[in-house]
């Protein structure tokens, strides 16, 4: 018996043989049951994803016959759009144990649409996370537009959500050259592990992530707008590792505005019973998963960057909240964190 069986499922024209993969390298440090697909390759595969079928059935086909009672999937692009093709054969073959996936821009431009657009019924989901970069979006006629997955069960839509990420289509993927796939990486293990996925040595921790989102403010700044709004970010990715040739390997990306999936916005997400914010224009948080990361790891500065104002206004000055705000500031000082702390002293906030 397999018990938790990963999948990972890599983007159109990249293979687990690229070290600079996320996906990739992800499912090589994967201990236990575990599959990968390469991303679909030559002519008809780049332009309609020829070959995702047989992964599919090839996937799901071990999935079952090794009996796993739980499947992880995380996918890049098609690679998304795999996974969602994979849970929709385990659901249609009665697979009762519970799906969990995080998937990277999952975008519609293939021929499995009909496949891999919508989760079925019958399926036992877990959770649902979309990790969206800031110019991909739900809108029509965008170069990588995105698989909108509307769950045909309403069970669905508690259990689905949406991270923003800072980037473009491939920034995610690029875990060793850009600090946005380095904290893609770290949010997909996360994730993963916490649904059970092993990938061996240490585990990927609040403080590792915290770093992980202060280094993109270092590597790729903002401009803002009249209003003072975030309105473009400088994106750094690395021409040799996941760019086609031609590519700019820095350039201004337009922050997008993006629909969110189930309700998140509502339910408080997946951090529990915290009210739920959109971080698009925060001057330091990008997303949920980063505040939550951060108020984990220095509360007390939590409240005076992105707490509640009233109360911070009210208590901000309080003796014991002084104090605790010195000693996170002093952890900080003390060298354990460069990034958070260049970055905040970049912004001004420290």
Known sequence: MAGVYSVFNIGTGHTRREPNNTIGQLYFHCIGAKWVNDGPGGFFGSLFGSGMDSMCESTAKDILDRKATAVNLTGHSRGGVLCHMIANDLAAKDFAGAINMVVVDPVNQSSHMQKGKELRKRMKLGAYVAIVMENVGFKKGLTFPLTEVEPLDKQYSREMYVINMPGTHG????????????????????LMTKWGTNFGGKPMTMEKLVEAFAKIHIESPVQYDKKGKVSKRLISDDAKG????????????????????????QTGGIFGEWAATDYRDSPYFFNEFHAASFREVFPALYERFGGDKAWWQTHGNDAKHLTKVNAELNRIDGGEFPFTKRSLEQLGMI
């Open 171 to 190: 920034s995610g993927t690029q875990c060793q050259s850009s600090a946005i796939g380095e904290a893609v990486r770290g949010i997909i293990k996360y």
């Open 242 to 265: 996941m760019l086609a040739k031609g590519d700019m390997t820095k350039q201004y990306q337009s922050v997008g505005r993006h629909e969110q999936i189930g309700t998140m916005l």
